[in-house]
Nanobody
Framework: QVQLVESGGGLARPGGSLRLTCTISGDTFDYYRIGWFRQAPGKEREGVSCTSNTDGVTYYLDSVKGRFTTAIDNSKKMVYLEMNGLKSEDTANYYC???????????????????WGVGTQVTVFS
């Protein structure tokens, strides 16, 4: 089984930055994708990004493009989500999720990922 653990959440001011880390352990595929999702109270879970260690293609939610960056350190089995220019609407519980293979064109669907972490809270508050 694959285990995912998110870390790095916390409190940030508007315009501030946080870096989330997803640490992967267990029986991973040689080729895999990592999705970041977030969910705020009363709102649907939405895909934030998808990247993989296969073809280098990365996708982002439109509202975070230019502010968030995700990257994989394959040797360490760690995935990062660098969040800059944070806004109040970024407040949510953030989850990482993984599945074998590359990011599909329709990447932001929960059923495209089998294994999930339990989340880390990000709060942007002035």
């Amino acid at each position: 089984q694959v285990q995912l653990v998110e870390s790095g959440g916390g409190l940030a001011r508007p315009g501030g930055s946080l870096r989330l880390t997803c640490t992967i352990s267990g029986d991973t595929f040689d080729y895999y994708r990592i999705g970041w999702f977030r969910q705020a109270p009363g709102k649907e879970r939405e895909g934030v990004s998808c990247t993989s260690n296969t073809d280098g293609v990365t996708y982002y939610l439109d509202s975070v493009k230019g502010r968030f960056t995700t990257a994989i350190d394959n040797s360490k089995k760690m995935v990062y989500l660098e969040m800059n220019g944070l806004k109040s609407e970024d407040t949510a519980n953030y989850y990482c999720a993984t599945e074998g293979g590359f990011c599909p064109p329709i990447w932001n669907k929960e059923w495209e990922y089998t294994n999930w972490g339990v989340g880390t809270q990000v709060t942007v508050f002035s």
